[in-house]
C-alpha cells in the first residue's frame, strides 16, 4: 500500500462511520496566543472542546499537518538522528464532540489497523492509564475492559501520567489516553527480546502509532483540574509511522513519503543514502526539514527574527548547516527540495504547489543570507584562532556565544569547527551566557495569567460590530493578566459591537457604560473564537448591564482603510498580473499597509496606474455587497480571493464592490459605499522579504493632508525660487549655476595653492643637509593638504617638512620625506607625525615617507612648526 492510498483509507474508513471529513487547518496559527503552530490533530478544534464554540460536526476526520518545534511539545532535536520523529508531520485524526466514547473509538481503531491495514495482531500492544493518587485520577478501567473483550490481556499495559495522560499545553483541555504500538522487529529479534518491555523505551522499532485521548478535563493556569462540559475523543496517528509499519519498513525515512526527497538530496550531494551514518542523518535532516520550512511559508509564515518566523528560520538554518557542515553545498539546495515536496504532496495539500515559485524565491534568498553569515562566522573564528591558542587551545564561552547569538552558529557547530583546528570549546562558559540571555528574555516578556472567572457559562459571545456601534452587554467572563510592567483585564461580554483585532485589521476601542461607570476598552484582541477587551481596570459591579459602545470616529478610519486595502488588492492584480497574492496586511485609522507576492519593484507609472484605479472605483460610488454565511464553495464559484494560510469554517462572508473587480472572504468592517473613502494616495512602495513587496496608503481626510503636506512644500520652495512656474527647471538651474561656481573656486584655489608651494619652497631652512619646512599655513580641505605636500616633494630636494593646518575647525598636522632620507637618514614620517600630534592632542600615521595625524587642540597648531625644528635637529644629532 502506497503511503496516499494509506491516507485515503484511513478518511474513508471514518466517512463510512458517519464522520466529516474535513481539510488540514493551517500550520500557523494565528489567533491563538498559547501556540505559534499546530502541534497536534486536535488544535484547530481545541474551542470546541473547551466549550467556547460549538462544533459544527458532532464526527470529524481529517489529516492536519503538525509541527513539534516549539513549546510543550518539542523534537527538533531528535530530528535526523533517529527513525521516526520528524518537524513537520501529517496527524491522521478522528474526533467526537460529545458524542461517542471510549467504546466507539478503541473498537474502531482496532478494526482499522486490523482489518483494513491488516497490521498483525500480535505485533500490537495497548496501553491504558494507570491513574494517578497527586490528582486523584483512577485507572481507566472502562479502557481496559473495552481492550480486554477485543484482545488478550497481556498485551494490555499499564502507563503513567507521562504516557497516559495526554495534555495540549500547560493549560487547555486534556484527559487519560490510550496508546496502541507497534512492534516492527524480525522474528529472530522478537524471539529474542519481548516486544512488551520494549514499548514507550525509545525502541526505534517498537513505537507507538495510536493515541485514543478521551477529554474529560480542563487544565486550569493554577494547575487544577476541572471536568469539561462534555466528554470528547481526540484520536491522533502519526501518517508517517503508521506508513513505515504497513510498509514493513525500520524507519519512516526508507517509506515512500520520505524517498523521493531522500533520494533528491544523496544525488545532489553525489552520495547514495544508507552508507555511511554521518551523511545520512544530514540527508535525513534536510528531507525533515524542508517539510517544516516549505509548508509553513505556503501557510503564510516567512522566516523572521521573532516568534514563529524566528523558528522557521531556525530549522532552515539548521538544514543548512548539515549540508554545508557534511554534504559540501556550499550553495543553496534547499529551494530545489522544495518542488520535489510540492508535487508529491500536490494532491493532498495543493498549497505548496500553487505558490511553489514564491516558495522558492523565499527559501533560496534565507540561504544565501545565512551561506554569508556562516562564511563571516568563520572567518571570525580564523580571525579569533590566535587568541584562543593562547587561551589554552579553547575558544571562549564568550565568543561561542557569540558565533551562536550574531552569526547562528549553534555549540555544535562551534565544536566541530573548533576539532579541525586542534581546539575545544568551553561549553560550560557557552551555557552560562546562554542562561543569561534566557533570563534577560525571560524577564522582559514574563506574564501570568490567572484563570478565567465565569460569570455565565456556556455563552457564546454574539457579534454584532458589523451593523451597530453600540450595544446592551453583559459580561461573561473576565480574567486578569499581568506583566513586569502592567496589568490589564480581558472581559467577554455576551454581546459585542467592538472588532477584535484579525485579518490584518486593528481592534476596536472605546468603552464599557454602566449607570455607575465608565470603563475604557483599550483594545480587542481574538483568542481562538473569544472576543478580549482589554481594559486597565475591571468594573466594580461586573454583573452590571452595560452599554458598550466603539470609538466611531476611528472606526471610520478604519473602514475607510480596509475597503481601499480591498480595492488595492485589486488593482494591484490587475496591474501586476494575477500572481499577486496577499503576503500580510495591517489596517488601523491612520494608514493601511498592504504586503503581495511580486517580484520586482512597483515601478512609479504602475503606482500611477494603481492609484488611478482605485480612485475611479471610489468615484465610482460603488455599494458593499456584504453576504453573510455563504457556503465556501460558491464563495469560491463567486471569484472570491481566499488567502493561503488563513482557517476558512465551512461558512464564509464575502465582501464585493463590484463582482467583476474586487471578491473577498473577509471578516472586517467596511465601507457601505466606496465613495466614502473619498481619496486614496500610496505612500511608499518598498521591499519586505525576497518576492515580498509593500504598499502603504492613505485614504480620505489623511490622503488630503498629505497631499497637502507635499503642496505646502512646493509652495515653499516656489516662494523661496521666487518662481511660481517650472520649478525644477529653476533648481536645475541653480545646480548648474553652483557646480559652476564650485569649479572656478576649485581653480582659484589651486592657484592659490601653487603660490603657497613656492612660497614655502623658499623657506626651506638647511639643517645638516636637510631641507626643512615647518610652517602653519591655511587650505580649504584635507586633499589639498595632500596635494601641497606631494608637490613640495617634486620642488625641494632632501625635504623634510611639517605642515599644520586647520581644516573644518579640527586640526591637522602632515608630515612628507623625500624617499633618499627615509632610505639614508633612517627617518620615519610616522614616527615624526605621533611625536608632533602630541601638541595638539591627537595621533595618527601612514608610510614612512608620509604621515598625517589629527586632534583635538586647535590651539596647539601654532607651536607645532617649532616642535617640529626640535624634532629635527634631535633626530639629525642622534
Ligand atoms: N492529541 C493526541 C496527540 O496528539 C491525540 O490526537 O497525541
Not at 515512500?256 to 553525489?270: M, S, Y
Not at 498549497?351 to 540561504?367: G, M, N, P, T, W
Amino acid at each position: 500500500m502506497n503511503s496516499a492510498e494509506i491516507r485515503q483509507k484511513f478518511l474513508d474508513f471514518f466517512a463510512s462511520k458517519q464522520h466529516q471529513i474535513v481539510p488540514s487547518a493551517p500550520i500557523v496559527v494565528k489567533d491563538d496566543p498559547t501556540l505559534m503552530f499546530i502541534n497536534s490533530g486536535m488544535a484547530p478544534f481545541k474551542d470546541y472542546f473547551l466549550g467556547n464554540k460549538p462544533a459544527p460536526y458532532k464526527r470529524i476526520a481529517d489529516t492536519q499537518k503538525c509541527l513539534r518545534v516549539s513549546g510543550k511539545h518539542n523534537d527538533l532535536e531528535e530530528v535526523g538522528y533517529d527513525t521516526y520523529h520528524h518537524t513537520m508531520f501529517e496527524m491522521l485524526g478522528n474526533w467526537s464532540f460529545g458524542d461517542y466514547f471510549k467504546k466507539e473509538a478503541l473498537e474502531w481503531s482496532w478494526e482499522l489497523l486490523t482489518e483494513v491495514y491488516k497490521l498483525p495482531k500480535d505485533r500490537l500492544y495497548v496501553s491504558v492509564f494507570q491513574g494517578d493518587a497527586s490528582e486523584n485520577l483512577q485507572m481507566d478501567q472502562d479502557a481496559f475492559n473495552i481492550w480486554k473483550s477485543m484482545i488478550a490481556e497481556d498485551r494490555i499495559l499499564m502507563g503513567s501520567k507521562k504516557d497516559n495522560f495526554w495534555e495540549m499545553g500547560d493549560t487547555g483541555p486534556c484527559g487519560p489516553c490510550s496508546e496502541i504500538h507497534v512492534d516492527l522487529r524480525t522474528d529472530e529479534e522478537r524471539a529474542q527480546v519481548d516486544g512488551k518491555s520494549l514499548v514507550n523505551n525509545d525502541h526505534p522499532q517498537v513505537v507507538e502509532i495510536w493515541n485514543n485521548v478521551f477529554m474529560e478535563f480542563n487544565r486550569l493556569a493554577d494547575g487544577s483540574l476541572v471536568k469539561l462540559p462534555a466528554q470528547h475523543v481526540d484520536t491522533g496517528m502519526g501518517f508517517e509511522r503508521l506508513c513505515m509499519a504497513i510498509q514493513g519498513k525500520r524507519s519512516n525515512y526508507d517509506t515512500d513519503v520520505f524517498q523521493p526527497l531522500i533520494q533528491f538530496v544523496a544525488k545532489e550531494a553525489g552520495l547514495v543514502y544508507g552508507e555511511d551514518e554521518k551523511t545520512d542523518i544530514a540527508i535525513r535532516v534536510i528531507s525533515d526539514h524542508i517539510r517544516a520550512i516549505a509548508f509553513t511559508i505556503a501557510d503564510g509564515q516567512l522566516p523572521s527574527n521573532n516568534k514563529a518566523g524566528y523558528v522557521i528560520r531556525r530549522i532552515l538554518r539548521r538544514a543548512v548547516r548539515y549540508g554545508f557542515t557534511f554534504l559540501d553545498f556550499k550553495k543553496p539546495f534547499l529551494y530545489k527540495l522544495a518542488a520535489v515536496l510540492a508535487d508529491q504532496m500536490e494532491t493532498v495539500f495543493p498549497e505548496l504547489k500553487q505558490q511553489l515559485s514564491f516558495v522558492q524565491r523565499v527559501i533560496e534568498e534565507e540561504e544565501n543570507a545565512f551561506l554569508r553569515t556562516l562564511e563571516n562566522g568563520l572567518k571570525r573564528l580564523d580571525a579569533l584562532e590566535a587568541k584562543f591558542k593562547e587561551n589554552n587551545n579553547t575558544i571562549d564561552g564568550k565568543t561561542a556565544f557569540e558565533l551562536y547569538d550574531t552569526f547562528g552558529f549553534p555549540l555544535d557547530l562551534t565544536a566541530l569547527i573548533a576539532r579541525e583546528k586542534g581546539l575545544t570549546v568551553d561549553e560550560a562558559g557557552f551555557g552560562v551566557e546562554m542562561e543569561q540571555q534566557k533570563n534577560r528574555s525571560r524577564n522582559a516578556s514574563a506574564s501570568e495569567q490567572s484563570d478565567w472567572v465565569i460569570i455565565q457559562p456556556d455563552v457564546i459571545t454574539e457579534f454584532v460590530g458589523y451593523d451597530c456601534n453600540v450595544s446592551d452587554s453583559h459580561i461573561v467572563r473576565y480574567r486578569q493578566v499581568k506583566t513586569k510592567n502592567k496589568s490589564e483585564y480581558h472581559i467577554v461580554l455576551d454581546k459585542t459591537p467592538f472588532y477584535a483585532e484579525s485579518g490584518g485589521q486593528v481592534g476596536d476601542t472605546g468603552y464599557l457604560i454602566s449607570d455607575s461607570e465608565q470603563i475604557e476598552v483599550l483594545d480587542t484582541k481574538k483568542e481562538n473564537d473569544l472576543i478580549l477587551h482589554i481594559t486597565a481596570k475591571l468594573p466594580q459591579t461586573i454583573d452590571a448591564a452595560f452599554r458598550s459602545e466603539i470609538d466611531f470616529e476611528r472606526r471610520n478610519y478604519i473602514r475607510k482603510n480596509h475597503s481601499a486595502t480591498h480595492l488595492l488588492h485589486a488593482a494591484l492584480r490587475k496591474v501586476l498580473g494575477e500572481h499577486v497574492q496577499q503576503k500580510g496586511s495591517l489596517v488601523n485609522e491612520k494608514v493601511l499597509r498592504f504586503d503581495f507576492s511580486h517580484f520586482a519593484k512597483v515601478e512609479d507609472a504602475q503606482i500611477r496606474e494603481i492609484e488611478h484605479i482605485v480612485n475611479e472605483r471610489v468615484r465610482q460610488s460603488i455599494p458593499l455587497e456584504e453576504q453573510r454565511n455563504v457556503p465556501i464553495a460558491q464563495a469560491k464559484e463567486m471569484g472570491a480571493t481566499a488567502l493561503f494560510g488563513e482557517k476558512y469554517g465551512e461558512y464564509v462572508r464575502v465582501i464585493a464592490f463590484d463582482r467583476e473587480h474586487s471578491v473577498e472572504l473577509c471578516g472586517g468592517t467596511h465601507v457601505y459605499n466606496t465613495g466614502e473613502i473619498g481619496y486614496f494616495k500610496i505612500v511608499s512602495e518598498s521591499s519586505v522579504a525576497a518576492g515580498v513587496r509593500r504598499i502603504e496608503a492613505v485614504t480620505a481626510k489623511i490622503a488630503e493632508d498629505f497631499v497637502h503636506a507635499q503642496l505646502d512644500e512646493l509652495h515653499a520652495v516656489r516662494e523661496v525660487l521666487n518662481t511660481q512656474s517650472n520649478v525644477s527647471g529653476a533648481v536645475q538651474k541653480l545646480q548648474d549655476e553652483n557646480k559652476a561656481l564650485q569649479k572656478q573656486l576649485e581653480q582659484f584655489e589651486l592657484k592659490q595653492l601653487s603660490g603657497l608651494k613656492d612660497t614655502l619652497a623658499q623657506k626651506a631652512q638647511q639643517l645638516n643637509g636637510v631641507s626643512l619646512v615647518a610652517e602653519q599655513i591655511e587650505v580649504s580641505n584635507a586633499d589639498h593638504l595632500k596635494k601641497l605636500a606631494f608637490d613640495m616633494r617634486q620642488v625641494v630636494d632632501n625635504l623634510i617638512l611639517v605642515l599644520a593646518a586647520e581644516i573644518d575647525g579640527k586640526p591637522q598636522i602632515a608630515v612628507m620625506l623625500s624617499d633618499n632620507l627615509v632610505a639614508e637618514k633612517n627617518l620615519n614620517a610616522s614616527q615624526m607625525v605621533r611625536e608632533l600630534a602630541k601638541e595638539i592632542k591627537g595621533g595618527g600615521g601612514g608610510q614612512p615617507f608620509y604621515a598625517t595625524a589629527g586632534g583635538k587642540d586647535t590651539a596647539g597648531l601654532q607651536a607645532v612648526p617649532g616642535k617640529a625644528v626640535e624634532l629635527v635637529k634631535n633626530l639629525m644629532n642622534s
